[in-house]
Antibody, heavy 122, light 107 residues
Framework: EVQLVESGGGLVQPGGSLRLACTAS????????MSWVRQAPGKGLEWVAN????????YYVDSVKGRFSISRDNADNSLYLQMISLRAEDTAMYYC???????????????WGQGTMVTVSS | EIVMTQSPATLSVSPGQRATLSCRAS??????LAWYQHKPGQAPRLLIY???TRATGIPARFSGSGSGTEFTLTISSLQSEDFAVYYC?????????FGQGTKVEIK
């Protein structure tokens, strides 16, 4: 059974940092592009970033470029999102999600975690 | 950035009736479009990919159509469990973007 479990969320002050993690199981993690998607309270879904199987390609939404960094450890079946210079508008539930097809950036997301909440507030 | 615009924002439908949701892209997408169902407190659920292919385990009452810039999700006969928010999302270019969502509510 495919499972994605996020962790690392919490309350952080504006300008602070946080590192989110997503632990994958039930599939060959190293064969899939992986993404982070977020949902601010009362808002819709927003794609944040994705990363190629070997970590060699990474893409970000403009609003997080230079502040967020996506990475992965295929030996540990883990995906990460390092967030610095956090702002109130980064407050959201953060989900990790798997691309549908192996080896392709085919970002129809067929499996999602339950999310981890990040709150940026003083 | 490709802007995805969904309409209507809210759709009031009686159980057993048909629901038609629209999604418009600001640029041509080929067929690189997905639809999701999202309920409060749950992870989003992939319904349709490739504009018209149902994902694994998705009931036949869900269907997707369209190409280019105009796409449609149809729910042929609404069941109680279908009342939720629905999002379209493209994966034709970076950044991937979602529509703002259509809430399907009980009439």
């Amino acid at each position: 059974e495919v499972q994605l479990v996020e962790s690392g969320g919490g309350l952080v002050q504006p300008g602070g940092s946080l590192r989110l993690a997503c632990t994958a199981s039930g599939f060959t993690f190293s064969r899939y592009w992986m993404s982070w998607v977020r949902q601010a309270p009362g808002k819709g879904l927003e794609w944040v970033a994705n990363i190629k199987q070997d970590g060699s390609d990474k893409y970000y939404v403009d609003s997080v470029k230079g502040r967020f960094s996506i990475s992965r450890d295929n030996a540990d079946n883990s995906l990460y999102l390092q967030m610095i210079s956090l702002r109130a508008e980064d407050t959201a539930m953060y989900y990790c999600a798997r691309a549908l097809l192996q080896l392709e950036p085919y970002d129809a997301f067929d499996f999602w975690g339950q999310g981890t909440m990040v709150t940026v507030s003083s | 950035e490709i802007v995805m615009t969904q309409s209507p924002a809210t759709l009031s439908v009686s159980p057993g009736q048909r629901a038609t949701l629209s999604c418009r892209a600001s640029q041509r997408l080929s067929s690189n479009l997905a639809w999701y169902q999202h309920k409060p407190g749950q992870a989003p659920r992939l319904l349709i990919y490739g504009a018209s292919t149902r994902a694994t385990g998705i009931p036949a009452r869900f269907s997707g159509s369209g190409s280019g810039t105009e796409f449609t999700l149809t729910i042929s006969s609404l069941q109680s469990e279908d009342f939720a928010v629905y999002y379209c999302q493209h994966y034709n270019a970076w950044p991937r973007t979602f529509g703002q969502g259509t809430k399907v509510e009980i009439k």
